[in-house]
Each structure stands twice: as structure tokens, then as C-alpha cells.
């Protein structure tokens, strides 16, 4: 993995703010732009990486936000590539992550900013993330999940998710970037991982809040098995990397899941050979992991076929 560049000499702002886009999602761009376009340009640079978004968000943003630095890949690389663009690219004394979908309260960053000014002992903030009638969503605040928390409280926390952090540069410095063997989820759960085993410490305040905007333009989707399929692939691939100790059994649930749920959308006759991809341990399947995730969301099952085939782990 790389490191992220060093801040850069001379004159710099404050606060540097990145968001990745993908496909239609043009409208919640609009949206997040009009949350950030009244801080100064002082205190506020904005980064969009486009992961080959349609209609190109890129080009809308050079028209209206001239002033926000945009990076356009030629396809849909992922989150963890994506942010790690996004990263190099900024220049601020503070980075913070958001989703497309997301947007910033009145004066939120400020008052983030100035927590961290003033509380060297933390690293970064987690933002309460509220829906669009301003309830507090549930949100993962910590790396185990019996670990007890409260969204009313402000209080330590172990994990901090890519719509929701603010942090000092020095953390991405220390932490690395984002493992760019995970093409979509877990990214932010790895490098949290990560940020904890170094004893980097981020705190959560619920006056911090941000609008996550998820539900605004489509109803929750019905059961997607490429999406399902690359979930499973990112938490075996965590839990080999970062905690052997459960993969068996981790693993040994994801067989039952997968067989269940395959029954379930009469695809029963794809689990021998996407059993095979379960198996992240070994070195052919181990190689391929971002491609088979990448295969699932920017293809189909069909297409994860067709790779298995020309890649030959089937013999795994």
C-alpha cells in the first residue's frame, strides 16, 4: 500500500474534503456540493474522484464548482483505489471522508475542526450520520460488535466508516491508505483495524452530524447475490488478514449463508463453483480478490464465471 503525500509547504487550507462517485448519482452530488460550497476556499478544498459516473459528474462539477479538483478514472475502481486518489491529491491540514449521498450540517466541519484543535490526545471524529427526517441512524461505532456504545453520548471509539470521518493527515501518514485489495466494503473497517493496533484514538460527539441521504431517490433494493457475493469476499479476506483466528469459522458461516440463500433465488446449481472463492486462503484465489470483486459490481454472476474459467481457480 502506499503512503499518503506529505502536507505540502506553504500556504494550505484547513480542511480537505473527499468524495468518490460512481453511475447515476448525479443528484446526490448536487445535494453534498451545496452543503460545502459556503465554507471558503481558505478553509474548505473539495476533491471528487468519478469512477466513470453517468451522467459524468466530472463535467458537471468543472461547470458549476470550478474551484472543486476532480479526477475521473476510466472505470469504476472502487472505493479503497478511489479514496486513496482522493488522499494524495489533497493538501489540507485535515482530511475528511464522505459519501456522495451524505451532507453536511450548518457549520459542522468548523466546530469539528476546532474539537481537534483544541483535543490533541484524538486523532479524528466519527459524525452521527441522521436520516432525512433527522433521526440518529444505528451505526457501527466500534471494531467488536458486543462492545457497548451509545449514539447519545459523546465518547472514544475504535471504528470511523468513509461517510463519516474527519482526522488529522498525520493519522493517514501513520495508518497507511486504504488496502486496495478491497474493491468495495471493509475498507474503512481495515484501516480502522489498522489505526487501533498503533493506538490512534478518534472520539465520537452526536453534535457532529451529517445527513445521510441513502433513502432519498430509491427504495431499499431487493436481494442483489453480486453485491451479497463481494460482501462475503471483503469479510473473509478481513478476517484472514486480520484475524486468522475466526476465518474457519467465519468461513464455515458464509458456506451455510451462501448455500441458503442461493436455494432461496433457485441459483442453488452456481455453489460448487463459487464455493471455490470462499477458500481466500489460497494463494490463486488470494491474487484475484479485487478482480473478483470488482467482476461482481461492475458485471454479473455470468461474468464471475467466465473469470473463474480464464483464471483456472476452479482447481483451488
Not at 143 to 167: A, E
Not at 175 to 181: I, R, T
Not at 218 to 228: A, I, V
Not at 234 to 242: E, P, S, T
Request: glycine share 4%.
Amino acid at each position: 500500500m502506499k503512503n499518503p503525500v506529505s502536507k505540502p509547504s506553504g500556504s494550505t487550507p484547513m480542511l480537505s474534503a473527499v468524495f468518490v462517485t460512481f453511475e447515476g448519482r448525479l443528484p446526490f452530488v448536487e445535494r453534498l456540493m451545496k452543503s460545502l460550497c459556503p465554507y471558503p476556499s481558505q478553509f474548505l478544498e473539495i476533491i471528487a474522484v468519478d469512477n466513470k459516473s453517468c451522467p459524468n459528474a466530472s463535467e458537471w462539477l468543472k461547470t458549476n464548482f470550478p474551484c472543486v479538483t476532480t479526477f475521473r478514472n476510466r472505470e469504476n475502481i472502487g472505493t479503497a483505489k478511489a479514496y486513496n486518489i482522493g488522499i494524495d491529491l489533497s493538501k489540507g491540514r485535515y482530511l475528511m471522508l464522505i459519501n456522495d449521498d451524505c451532507c453536511l450540517e450548518e457549520k459542522a466541519a468548523h466546530r469539528a475542526v476546532h474539537f481537534l484543535e483544541t483535543h490533541p490526545e484524538f486523532v479524528g471524529i466519527g459524525f452521527s450520520l441522521l436520516d432525512l427526517d433527522g433521526i440518529r441512524r444505528p451505526m457501527k461505532l466500534h471494531l467488536y460488535p458486543f462492545w457497548p456504545s451509545s449514539l447519545d453520548r459523546p465518547h472514544r471509539i475504535t471504528f470511523v466508516g468513509t461517510n463519516n470521518l474527519l482526522c488529522r493527515r498525520e493519522a493517514f501518514q501513520t495508518v497507511g491508505l486504504f488496502d486496495e485489495n478491497y474493491f468495495f466494503f471493509n475498507e474503512d473497517l481495515d484501516w480502522s483495524w489498522r489505526a487501533r493496533k498503533i493506538g490512534l484514538k478518534f472520539y465520537y460527539d452526536p453534535q457532529f452530524r451529517i445527513r445521510h441521504l441513502y433513502r432519498l431517490f430509491s427504495e431499499k433494493p431487493p436481494f442483489n447475490l453480486e453485491k451479497y457475493f463481494t460482501k462475503i469476499i471483503a469479510d473473509l479476506y478481513f478476517y484472514r488478514k486480520n484475524m486468522p483466528v475466526l476465518f474457519d469459522f467465519v468461513k464455515a458461516f458464509y458456506k451455510v449463508s451462501l448455500r441458503h440463500n442461493l436455494k432461496r433465488i433457485r441459483k442453488i446449481g452456481l455453489y460448487p463453483q463459487l464455493k471455490v472463492l470462499l477458500r481466500v486462503e489460497r494463494p490463486k484465489v488470494l491474487s484475484n480478490i479485487y478482480d473478483v470483486q470488482k467482476t461482481l459490481m461492475n458485471g454479473s454472476i455470468t461474468d464471475l464465471l467466465s473469470l473463474l474459467e480464464n483464471t483456472d481457480l476452479s482447481s483451488c
